[in-house]
């Protein structure tokens, strides 16, 4: 095996959509392991199906990767050694191996039609191109030598495919399961090369791991099925000292744990399932993702790469920087990871804490600006305070309006059934009194306010929540808002003045 190689990895997506968050960890994983064993980290793009390229795909997955952080060391726009790095570029360099495979007695030419096939298909409605019906198929098993070499000097249209042995184990060491073994007759005669030319995935993904030197490889467990194919490829090929380690990753399951989370559930349960808001160029359909409904990466990183491993403690809070020193292959888990959308809330909200107010502050200056308010005419410290008193609060950077939108504006609207039935005179003349006492305050401070306010509520004789709780709704407009006193010395003297005195009247 291949131990002592250099690490190298990649993540080999198809440009067909969007990035589920199953495909983020999986380039998460591998980028954890290179970056870990001071190994590269390579991105190819496996676009041989031109039947499912996508435009713009490709494009989505490298800035998907860059707000990630989990940069490419080699991709298309950063070519290394070992380039290209689109395997539709490399195009002309897998059929020699489709042909070689052919020569040794591996794989074998088809002859059949599309039509062909589907007539099959219609009369076994469980039709496997393999060792079962092989040789009743039109191919350079079942055909004379002559009519295959004829066939194929007249040009006529065929695909390569891998002839699986009718009844082998093949079996190899996973990272993650161990030992798996499978039954080569279950598996069908896999097409290795196209009529087009192009390699299906299965020839291209093990041309080009040899080719680029890789070492490891962590992809989904939905690829477990394709191993025995990819290990007889290795072996047919003549390359099975070089062979890399693999590690088929564990499902990210919906949050029930019934199946595999898919792009219609985050739909159906109204929460994303794509990094990043994606529109299908086709039909304009715009699929949501986390980084536009107010994800920091640093969160969305993290809660990826808690999604089917631990580090053994309680601990949940990763950086980038303690995924990569902590990362081990042997605490991954075996069995799927059940997608807890409220749990990845929480990661946001626990990373806005994490994050200092000064990096937040554009995203914040941002939030603002789309409520009609011109930060310009707004003091940074005044903002940078205001977000330290909400910070708690958010779960996302965009909730930020909702919570401060009243250090802006002066509310519009009162909670005044909140207050109203209860409303006496004495309560207008407390704070007919106050507005006096705050005029005469120079030190407007927290500290100096509370004990001001909470003294004059004592020897008024009235109880502390009749007369805080309206206070608060003067200042805010509802009973929410961090601690009444902090925004009274946020707002200042002069504008918590003018609200008390704009909202006395309503309450009366
Ligand atoms: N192109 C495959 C995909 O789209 C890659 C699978 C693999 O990593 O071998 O996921």
């Known amino acids: 095996m291949s131990s002592q190689k250099r690490v190298r990895v990649r993540f080999a997506p198809s440009p067909t959509g969007g990035l589920h968050l199953g495909g983020v960890r999986t380039a998460l994983f591998n980028y954890l392991f290179a970056r870990q064993h001071q190994g590269e980290f390579i991105l190819r793009i496996e676009d041989t199906d031109q039947t499912r390229f996508v435009p713009g795909a490709e494009e989505y997955i490298n800035e998907c990767l860059a707000w990630c952080g989990i940069v490419p060391d080699e991709s298309p726009s950063k070519e290394g050694a070992y380039g290209p790095y689109r395997q539709s570029e490399r195009k002309p360099s897998y059929r020699q191996y489709a042909e070689q495979l052919v020569e040794k ?62 009844d082998e184990t093949v079996s190899f060491e996973d990272m993650i399961r161990g030992r798996v073994s499978f039954e080569t007759g279950l598996v069908d005669d896999k097409v290795l090369l196209k009529a087009d030319g192009m390699p299906t995935y299965h020839l291209a993904v093990v041309v080009d791991d040899k080719a680029m030197e890789i070492s490891h490889i962590f992809r989904g467990e939905e690829w477990l099925p394709s191993a025995p194919v990819h290990i007889l490829l290795w072996e047919y090929l003549g390359w099975a000292d070089e062979m890399p380690q693999w590690a088929h990753l564990p499902l990210i399951l919906k949050p029930d744990g019934n199946g595999k989370l898919s792009k219609r559930d985050g739909d159906r349960l109204g929460f994303p399932v794509y990094a990043m808001n994606w529109t299908d160029p086709k039909t304009g359909d715009l699929t949501k993702g986390f980084r536009e409904l107010g ?14 491993w631990n580090d053994g403690t309680e601990q949940e809070l990763f950086s980038l920087a303690e995924l990569i020193e902590k990362f081990s292959v042997s605490r991954v888990s075996k069995a799927g990871a059940k997608f807890d959308f409220e749990k990845a809330k929480w990661f946001n909200h626990e990373w806005i804490k994490r994050t200092d107010d000064v990096t937040l502050l554009p995203k914040i200056k941002e939030n603002i600006e789309q409520h009609g308010v011109d930060t310009s005419t707004q003091s940074e410290t005044y903002m940078l305070n205001v977000l330290g008193a909400v910070k708690e609060r958010l779960t996302y950077v965009e909730d930020f309006w909702t919570q401060a939108s009243f250090f802006f504006v002066t509310p519009e609207q009162y909670d005044v059934e909140a207050v109203k039935p209860k409303w006496n005179e004495q309560k207008t003349a407390f704070f007919q009194e106050i507005i006096n006492d705050f005029e005469l305050q120079s030190d407007w401070t927290a500290a100096v306010l509370e004990p001001l306010f909470k003294e004059k509520i004592t020897s008024s ?3 502390m929540g009749e007369l805080m709780m309206p206070y608060r709704i003067m200042l805010v407009g509802g009973k929410f808002g961090p601690d009444v006193f902090q925004i009274t010395e946020l707002l200042g003297k002069e504008e918590v003045i003018r609200r008390i005195g704009k909202a006395l009247p309503l309450f009366s």
């Open 105 to 166: 007695g591996f794989a074998y030419y088809a002859f059949d039609t599309a039509e062909e096939l589907d007539e099959q298909r219609k009369i076994q409605p469980n039709f496997r191109y393999s060792h079962e019906n092989r040789m009743n198929l039109r191919n350079s098993l079942s055909l004379p030598a002559e009519v295959t070499q004829q066939l194929l000097a007249e040009g006529h249209s065929h695909t390569i495919r891998i002839k699986m042995p009718q």
């Open 295 to 308: 994800f920091l990466p640093e969160a969305f990183v993290n809660m990826l790469g808690v999604l089917g």
């Open 461 to 463: 004789g009235l109880k």
